[in-house]
């Protein structure tokens, strides 16, 4: 049972009750007090923070008990996930003091005007002279949100913050959170574009399919600066390092593998085309209408990209029908929809990635017995899919030597490095990809990436060590 930590901000009239009430109303209703602060005391009445752990499902009856006892009243309540949040979770701090007027007619005026005539002359010196050599802007319209959907540029701000702490924590980069109050994809792109000079990168982040696509592809267009849409690619390249070590395991050859996706969105579309890139020769996208079959004609642009690749099977079915003795499944799209008989059908030594967010397509517990290798988008069972393994040693890498673009080479170099951090030792059915954690991953991604960027042409610097 998932436990959390409180904190009750409690006044006590002294005269209808004392603190011992106070404990045997939260014991009683499941709650532990593991510390008391006082924030005013009196004769009369006093305010304390009460930190209480309590299992989440008992948080409210907690809270309530508090409510209808007389002479407690209840000012307060927080959890230290609200707390870490309050006023922001990053910061803009300065590389130097600021101590005298020698300090600020070098940093500002009038000494910064030579500065800025060097730019004018040569806008290349911006990437050494600027913060643009380190800095990726993380941006959203709050449209697709983690598992809430569209809700809006105010409350995608948190999500962004964290994305932004990852990226300095885990690679070093500078990420600022930034979130437009606009759905109209010319509009995002217009905006996008005109930010653009003080970034060295842009992160497009939980933007709703189909807009996804041509925000995307458009800002690769016609900026000189590397886009990835991580919703899409950063989920990808995870997988696919996922699946290399458990192909490993199982024993059996990418081109040999018959692979079903299941959610043909911004990530499942990406998916796929990794997919196929890393050498998949039969390939069933499935959606909510059934199988994306080779030959047919779709509303979709990336639907109709799919039917067009040999690749994929002309078989149509619904998802039940076509994962019959299926090697793979790979779902990106909502709890729920398969059970244990499903998987049982698919192929001996099958590897189920069930990615969809709180709820897997099927439950662990339903599709262990069956299947060879397991994996969620969750943290609390292993091999967790986890996009965080991704996105900050790719800008890494891409910021070090200054690439135009992240290509598709790139990306799955990317792969390829992350499925390398877990060691032919280590690797078993229940550890297949590293954690996010793991110091290796941002260095061997980031090598992996210059080094397709300079193989690729997309690279304007070697950076000293590849010298």
């Known amino acids: 049972m998932a436990q959390t930590s409180i904190i009750l901000r409690v006044e006590l009239d002294h005269e209808k009750v004392t603190f011992g009430d106070v404990a045997a109303a939260i014991s009683k209703s499941g709650g532990d007090i593991t510390s008391i602060d ?8 006093s305010i304390r923070d009460i930190t209480v752990d309590v299992a989440e499902s008992a948080e409210s009856q907690v809270v309530e008990a508090l409510k209808q006892h007389e002479g407690i009243k209840l000012i307060n309540v927080s959890d230290r996930t609200f707390l870490v949040h309050l006023g922001g979770k990053v910061s803009v701090q300065p590389n ?77 980069v500078d990420a600022f959170p930034i979130c437009l109050d606009t759905k109209d994809t010319e509009e995002i792109i217009r905006t996008i574009k ?31 600066i590397p886009v990835f849409h991580d919703d899409q690619h950063g989920t990808a390249v995870v997988v696919i390092a996922g699946l290399l070590n458990a192909l490993k395991v199982v024993g059996k050859r990418i081109e040999n593998v018959r692979v079903v996706v299941n959610g043909i969105g911004a990530a499942g579309v990406s998916i796929c085309k990794m997919l196929l890139a890393a050498g998949v020769t039969k390939l069933v996208p499935v959606d909510r209408e059934g199988a994306i079959v080779r030959g047919g ?46 998987v049982q059908a698919m192929a001996p030594d099958s590897i189920v990635f069930a990615m969809a967010n709180p709820t897997p397509e099927i439950a662990p517990e339903e599709a262990l017995p069956h299947v060879r290798v397991f994996a969620t988008g969750r943290s609390d069972y292993p091999n967790q899919i986890n996009n965080v393994l991704v996105f900050p040693g790719i800008f890494r890498g891409a910021l070090d030597c200054r690439a135009r673009n992240i290509n598709e080479p790139m990306k799955l170099a990317a792969a390829r490095a992350i499925a390398s951090v877990v060691t032919d030792a280590e690797l078993n059915e229940q550890y297949i990809i590293p954690s996010i954690f793991n110091e290796h991953v941002v260095k061997k991604v ?22």
């Not at 006082?38 to 009445?45: A, L």
């Open 194 to 224: 005109a930010i653009s000079p003080i970034f060295g990168g842009i992160n497009l982040e939980d933007i709703s399919s189909p807009r996804c696509f041509e925000i995307e592809s458009r800002l690769n267009e016609e900026l000189d």
């Open 446 to 467: 980031r090598h992996a990436i210059i080094e397709a960027a300079i193989l690729t042409g997309t690279a304007r610097r070697i950076p000293p060590d590849f010298r």
């Open 297 to 342: 004609t779709y509303e979709y642009p990336m639907w109709q990209w799919l039917a067009e690749q040999p690749q994929v099977e002309a078989e149509p079915g619904t998802l039940k029908e076509v994962i019959r003795g299926a090697d793979v499944f790979i779902g990106v799209s909502r709890g729920g929809l398969l059970n244990g008989q499903d």
């Open 96 to 172: 130097l003091p600021i101590k005298n007027r020698d300090d600020l007619s070098r940093v500002y005026t009038p000494g910064v005007a030579r500065v800025c005539t060097a730019i004018h002359e040569n806008p290349r010196k911006a990437y050494s002279l600027t913060i643009k050599r380190n800095t990726v802007a993380v941006i959203t319209d709050g449209t697709a949100v983690l598992g809430l959907g569209d809700i809006g540029p105010h409350a995608a701000a948190p999500v962004m913050e964290g994305k932004a702490m990852l990226f300095k924590q885990l690679a070093g």
């Open 38 to 45: 006082v924030i005013r005391p009196g004769k009369d009445s």
